[in-house]
């Protein structure tokens, strides 16, 4: 199970940090990723990362404003968002992949997901 967390309202410009805590498996062994998706529109892929943390990989649109990382200490995976955005606002997604060293599209398993609304 992926239990997601960390979502509110903020500010444009402002910060948030998302969590994913994992539980029943060997989180080790996933790949992870963030997805997202806004009223209205699909979901996409917002960032992965692959096992041990050395391999990340993001969408054009939150390229070197949002930054993905895990502790497998503590079976969690991260989305650290700066400087957002009103139109990042979306429920975000957090997804595992057993194996995988990038997660953009399908998954194993997916968490509940966690709004975040940037007002302008």
């Known amino acids: 199970q992926l239990q997601a967390s960390g979502g509110g309202l903020v500010p444009a410009g402002g910060s948030l940090r998302l969590s994913c805590e994992a539980s029943?498996?060997?989180?080790?062994?996933?790949?992870m990723a963030w997805f997202r998706q806004a009223s209205g529109k699909e979901r996409e892929f917002v960032a992965t990362?692959?096992?041990?943390?050395?391999?990340?990989y993001y969408a054009d649109s939150v390229k070197g404003r949002f930054t993905i990382s895990r502790d497998n200490a503590k079976n969690t995976v991260y989305l650290q968002m700066n400087s957002l955005k009103p139109e990042d606002s979306a429920v975000y997604y957090c997804a595992g992949k057993y194996g995988a060293v990038r997660v953009t599209q399908r998954a194993d398993y997916w968490g509940q997901g966690t709004l975040v609304t940037v007002s302008s």
């Open positions: 990362i692959n096992w041990n943390g050395g391999s990340t």
């Open positions: 029943g498996g060997t989180f080790s062994t996933y790949g």
